[in-house]
């Protein structure tokens, strides 16, 4: 299986990268099927992934025992097919990845009223907040 790999912060020594990894079938369904996605894998990913604000472990308890979280705010991002806006205020964009660091998938969310930086509901939906940014 060919990937994609992008170097980000290593949670679990955040003085090191780490490359994580995208699957090219999913990476080929969302070009084919999704380019709303496909461009957002080359707008607001990679700004998440090199200026994350929060990294969660513990993603998915119920379905998926582990998983990773990166979470940021793009200054852009893709809308609609061709069409890039501004990010929204009120909202994270979130990319996720299995134990072994391969992306499974990018969304935006919520952010929470407490803590903007982060999810909404985040203390319910991860097993921990294992790292933030210093701005």
């Not at 472990?57 to 609609?80: A, F, L």
């Given at each position: 299986?060919?990937?994609?790999?992008?170097?980000?912060?290593?949670?679990?020594?955040?003085?090191?990268?780490?490359?994580?990894?995208?699957?090219?079938?999913?990476?080929?369904?969302?070009?084919?099927?999704?380019p709303?996605?496909?461009?957002?894998?080359?707008?607001?990913?990679?700004?998440?992934?090199?200026?994350?604000?929060?990294?969660?472990?513990?993603?998915?308890?119920?379905?998926?025992?582990?998983?990773?979280?990166?979470?940021?705010i793009?200054?852009?991002?893709?809308?609609?097919?061709?069409?890039?806006?501004?990010?929204?205020p009120?909202?994270?964009?979130?990319?996720?990845?299995?134990?072994?660091?391969?992306?499974?998938?990018?969304?935006?969310?919520?952010?929470?009223?407490?803590?903007?930086?982060?999810?909404?509901?985040?203390?319910?939906?991860?097993?921990?907040?294992?790292?933030?940014?210093?701005?």
């Amino acid at each position: 299986m060919g990937w994609l790999t992008y170097r980000t912060i290593d949670p679990r020594n955040p003085a090191e990268k780490l490359l994580v990894r995208f699957p090219q079938p999913l990476i080929e369904h969302w070009q084919k099927y999704v380019p709303v996605q496909f461009a957002n894998l080359g707008i607001a990913v990679p700004e998440v992934l090199d200026q994350p604000r929060r990294i969660f472990h513990g993603v998915r308890r119920s379905h998926n025992e582990g998983g990773w979280c990166y979470i940021g705010i793009p200054q852009r991002w893709t809308v609609r097919e061709n069409v890039t806006a501004p990010f929204p205020p009120g909202k994270v964009f979130a990319v996720y990845f299995n134990l072994q660091f391969e992306c499974y998938t990018f969304r935006a969310e919520y952010a929470d009223p407490v803590d903007p930086l982060c999810p909404k509901d985040w203390q319910h939906r991860y097993e921990s907040l294992v790292w933030k940014s210093a701005h």
